[in-house]
């Protein structure tokens, strides 16, 4: 059968038909993986055909024709919901994040990546940052990895309540808090400022710095909370009254 064939094949299958009438596409020996994902983006498809294509021993083992299912509107949830399962983290974060998807599907796809955060790479994680779920941040916002926190940074999704709660844990690193300092998009704002230059873990120069580039309401109000660093209070007295012994008022 020649490709001309195999295009009318794939044509002839839409909203209207019925799972048997797809066998001749899935059977055909010059059928490939290609001409199914073509099948799969049709957006008006039949769900008894995506049922025929999922039932086919052929096609229902191969990764992508897994994650093209059950990324497809027209997909029962019960057979999205057991294959979602058997997909690699990347596609599971592929229908995490599709809001066209119905959201019981995409919180379970956040749940099983929750599930999967402690056993990816590194590299993998840094990935799953910069475009998680809004589920997923806060669990990712616990990695005190520096190269983690500085993807997830990134993501559009991420909340400034977030970040704040990160730069005020107790256990978060110094190079964790120096990769919150260097974000243009989070340093800005006076919650994150403020959470950094008090932390005990910032480094010195670190707070220093951020220090010189704060209103004197924030630094009176650093310096009235007696939560600054030894260092870091003596350098905010002594922007407040030019030396380090003058009492706030």
Do not use: C, Y
């Amino acid at each position: 059968m020649s490709s001309v064939d195999l295009r009318k094949l794939l044509d002839s299958l839409g909203p209207h038909s019925d799972g048997s009438d797809a066998d001749s596409l899935l059977d055909h020996g010059e059928a490939d993986e290609a001409h199914i994902l073509v099948l799969l983006r049709k957006r008006e498809l039949a769900t008894p055909v995506i049922e025929a294509v999922a039932r086919h021993d052929r096609w229902n083992k191969r990764h992508t024709v897994r994650a093209a299912i059950v990324n497809h509107l027209k997909t029962p949830r019960t057979l999205s919901l057991r294959l979602l399962t058997l997909l690699f983290w990347r596609e599971q974060l592929r229908v995490a994040t599709n809001i066209r998807l119905p959201m019981p599907l995409r919180v379970a796809a956040e749940s099983r990546l929750k599930e999967r955060l402690p056993e990816l790479e590194l590299g993998e994680k840094i990935s799953v940052a910069q475009a998680a779920p809004a589920g997923l941040i806060p669990a990712l916002a616990a990695e005190n990895h520096a190269r983690v926190i500085q993807s997830l940074l990134r993501n559009p999704r991420l909340r400034e309540q977030v970040v704040v709660t990160l730069a005020k844990r107790k256990t978060t690193s110094g190079d964790v808090l120096r990769t919150v300092a260097h974000s243009e998009r989070w340093i800005v704002r006076p919650l994150v400022k403020t959470a950094v230059v008090a932390h005990p873990n910032t480094p010195v120069h670190v707070a220093l710095t951020l220090l010189g580039r704060m209103p004197r309401r924030s630094l009176r109000s650093l310096v009235n909370s007696n939560e600054l660093p030894p260092v870091v209070a003596i350098r905010a007295r002594q922007l407040l009254f030019g030396d380090g012994t003058t009492s706030p008022r």
